[in-house]
């Protein structure tokens, strides 16, 4: 694909220089946020078993800083490397300098700002709630206008390039470029209220299938797909082998893109989604296992006699456990799809593990291998330690195993523990804290697996850091290829029909674009298109102006971490929390609340269940109310002023995307929130707890109070 013979009748040699100044800049950013982040996570492992880590104050909280997490990895530690190894190989597979510095300066600054942005928002509150995509939207507009910087600067390149063909981890590229486009778009489209304040123009059903659309295919064409691209590339340089299969390749390519796009409603298997959308994830997600591991496949065997290497070379032990980490994880995930298995694992602890088997293994470790191979390079000095390098590998290994196991343990326990029942047809443990309880000690080898793998991560910091202060980076490395000729005919194998498309950046693009498409249009027009898929509920009425505010309340601290607002139709489910959810319960829910994960238990059917008094006091101190709980106080929202500035105004938005306030209720909302409030403030008075009314837990309140509370107000008509 990139061999030294010059085109038909060109011998031109020209000279230019590799910028690795902004590879460098990228990888020290990839270091450093990398460190943060797994400390921001071994901090929210800590607070699953030690509420007193919240630290005691709003800002330190689980529900705020999981996301900080979340994004610190995703965007910050991955984003990073991803730009790192595109613009290392770019470069060397176009033969080309890329296209602008000003464009690379622009990129990495722009990104770092937004990481920043992300790190003071998010433990402000400032949250849309969407899972992976939490960051309100002026910052989801800069994040496309940098995307499109990385863009043109990516593509630039392709067009200037030396090489005829482009290799196969640039296919990738390309497909990870116009996928995230998409995605990014479609899943941002918001009201804004304010400054830092938007409603998500989808509601219910349709806001759930786009978020899990995209949340997905954000791990598919972010973290996945990228590192598919650098795995093509990088391997084969540490290992000095040819890719073991260039049809492999194109097969794994065109199948894995078109596949990936269509799987992500099994995240969403027994909610209310319609059945025809949650049997397409299932089938499509059992399809999955094929590319994924074709790329699995067609990494190990590239090196196929070089194993002695392998034994002797750290670096590729690195690249090793990242390939079987993804073919891991690509396995566990069609199974996790299929409805038996997911009936036990959805919302559970073993899909915790699952995505860190992926996560740390498969992004951190490849990661790693590329810092370790790149550094030394650039710099032109060896390695500072090998014994640390040695030392990071098999700590990291450790730190892995005894994260994943323990919450594998934990996932299994929680599943079966909450669908038992005994010989009396009774739930054996009907306190969902019986439960939480019981699986503290896995969360606690959790925490230890995790600081074993940031004690890696610090220690490769120490390593690559002094290996760039003992040498000097070459900033313009020199190079030169033979000037790509006009005329040129192909000949041989260059006739397969797929080197035509290869030789094509925008047709290659283009096909990608198409490719993606059509499994995103045939899930997402017919649910927004198509009325009965959501039927309407007569009692399912708008949220009050108080319930408004008490919800965004609720997404602030980020209840929607630990506890879900979906009961499925189990027997076991409606045992415990009431009627199962419809679709016509979320008509005017902007966003939709549905949760991932139940660290707490399912709030949907919780309006009535307890007093006022007993929220109140839940929210202060919960051990109070639940002797062993594991949930962080909220002292400040007894004490903090609710902001009923904006109340009008976000009702004014709500009304823009459907929900049918008329101009009397917008414009006297303070006055009906000020008459519900002080019911409340009046109810909590009677059952001996003084509280003005315009304390946020008042609002907070009257939010849980209405959940759920619409569907038993048809059952009593019905009556």
């Known amino acids: 694909m990139t061999g030294h013979l010059p085109p038909s009748g060109n011998t031109l040699i020209e000279r230019f220089a590799y910028d690795n100044r902004i590879v460098r800049d990228f990888a020290i950013a990839t270091i450093i946020w990398g460190v943060i982040g797994m400390l921001v996570g071994v901090l929210i492992a800590t607070q699953l078993f030690a509420p007193s880590a919240n630290l005691g104050n709003q800002y330190t909280t689980f529900g705020r800083i999981r996301p900080l997490h979340t994004n610190a990895v995703i ?12 613009y290392y190989s770019l470069q060397r597979l176009c033969k080309a300098r890329m296209f602008s510095d000003l464009l690379s300066k622009i990129h990495f600054w722009g990104w770092q700002a937004i990481i920043v942005s992300a790190v003071i928002t998010l433990p402000l509150g400032l949250t849309s709630s969407h899972e992976y995509a939490e960051l309100e939207w002026p910052i989801d507009i800069a994040i496309t206008l940098i995307w499109v910087v990385f863009g043109i600067n990516m593509f630039g390149t392709i067009i200037k390039r030396r090489e005829r063909h482009l290799y196969v981890a640039i296919w990738f590229y ?79 390519f065109w199948a894995l893109i078109f596949i990936y796009i269509w799987a992500g409603p099994h995240h969403l298997l027994y909610t209310s989604l319609p059945d025809w959308a949650q049997s397409l994830g299932v089938v499509f997600s059992i399809m999955l ?147 939480t309880l019981q699986i503290l000690p896995m969360h606690m080898m959790r925490a230890v697996g995790g600081t074993l793998y940031l004690i890696g991560a610090i220690l490769m910091a120490y390593n690559l850091f002094k290996t760039m202060a003992i040498g000097k980076l070459v900033a313009n490395e020199d190079a030169e290829a033979y000037a790509l000729s006009k005329a040129y005919t192909p000949t041989g194998s260059d006739t397969f029909w ?146 009923m500035s904006n109340t009008s105004d976000k009702l004014n938005a709500l009304r823009k995307v459907g929900v049918p306030y008329d101009d009397q209720t917008i414009s006297s909302a303070n006055e009906g929130l000020k008459k519900q409030a002080n019911e409340v403030s009046g109810q909590l008075a009677k059952e001996g707890i003084k509280v003005k009314p315009d304390r946020e837990i008042v609002a907070l309140i009257a939010y849980i109070q209405r959940l759920g509370t619409d569907i038993k107000k048809m059952e009593t008509s019905q009556k």
């Not at 650098?230 to 390749?249: G, H, T």
Request: charged residues 15%.
């Open 75 to 86: 965007f910050a530690f991955v984003g990073n490397a991803i730009f790192m190894g595109v």
């Open 174 to 252: 390309i497909a990870t470029f116009i996928t995230i486009a998409v995605l990014h778009v479609v899943n941002s489209f918001q009201m804004p209220v304010s400054l830092f304040k938007s409603y998500y123009v989808y509601a219910g059903v349709q806001d759930a299938l786009v978020q899990w659309w995209y949340g997905h295919n954000a791990v598919a064409f972010f973290l996945t797909t990228p590192y598919l691209g650098m795995m093509y590339y990088f391997l084969p340089k540490m290992a000095n082998r040819p890719v073991y299969s260039y049809r492999l390749s194109i097969l794994h």
């Open 289 to 435: 296992i094929a590319p994924s591991w074709g790329g699995m496949i067609n990494g190990l065997l590239t090196l196929r006699g070089a194993w002695d290497k392998v034994r002797e070379d750290t670096i590729l032990k690195f690249m090793v456990v990242a390939l079987t980490s993804y073919g891991m994880a690509t396995f566990e995930g069609p199974m996790l799809a299929l409805k038996n298995v997911n009936a036990i694992a959805h919302f559970t602890d073993w899909i915790v593990a699952h995505v860190h088997v992926g996560a740390l293994g498969w992004n951190g470790f490849l990661t790693f291998a590329m810092l370790y191979w790149l550094i030394p390079r650039m710099f032109r000095t060896p390695l500072y330690s090998k014994k640390l390098l040695n030392f990071h590998f098999w700590i990291g290994t450790l730190g892995i195993l005894f994260y994943a196991i323990p919450m594998y343990i934990a996932g299994f326990a929680q599943g079966l523990m909450w669908k038992e029942f005994t010989d009396a047809s009774v739930l054996k443990y009907p306190t969902f804290l019986e439960t």
């Open 498 to 643: 797929h080197r035509w498309l290869e030789r094509k950046p925008f047709p290659l693009l283009v096909a990608s674009l198409v490719v993606v498409l059509i499994g995103s249009m045939i899930e997402l027009i017919p649910t927004f298109m198509v009325e009965s898929n959501v039927p309407t509920i007569p009692s399912v009425q708008p949220y009050t102006a108080l319930e408004v505010q008490g919800r965004d309340l609720y997404i602030r601290e980020g209840c929607v971490n630990c506890h879900s607002q979906m009961v499925r139709p189990f027997r076991s489910e409606t045992e415990r929390y009431g009627e199962y959810s419809k679709a016509g319960e979320f008509v005017y829910d902007h966003p939709f609340l549905w949760g991932s994960k139940r660290t707490g238990p399912d709030l949907h059917r919780e309006g009535g269940k307890y007093p006022d008094s007993w929220h109140y006091h839940h929210m202060n101190e919960p051990t109070s109310m639940s002797p062993g709980s594991i949930m962080p106080s909220y002292p400040w929202l007894i004490t903090q002023q609710l902001d």
